[in-house]
């Protein structure tokens, strides 16, 4: 078991997406993102990248944070 925390400066609430809606490309400016997401979706004009924690915690960078 891991016990982890996220501070983050804002929330846009939780997003729900129609299940026939296609995933759409990550924007360039959130590309290094890509590794923690599971993909992104378009919705009236607003791109919305799904994040996953399970991907974060899998990477090794994630636990020398405090030191970057």
């Not at 360039?28 to 994040?51: C, D, I, R």
Request: hydrophobic content about 40%; overall charge negative.
């Amino acid at each position: 078991e891991l016990y982890a925390g996220l501070v983050v400066s804002e929330i846009y609430g939780m997003q729900h997406f129609p299940d026939d809606i296609e995933q759409c490309e990550l924007p360039a400016e959130v590309q290094h993102l890509a590794p923690y997401s599971k993909g992104a979706y378009e919705q009236n004009g607003t791109v919305w990248m799904t994040f996953s924690p399970f991907n974060l915690v899998r990477d090794p960078r994630f636990f020398n944070a405090a030191a970057a």
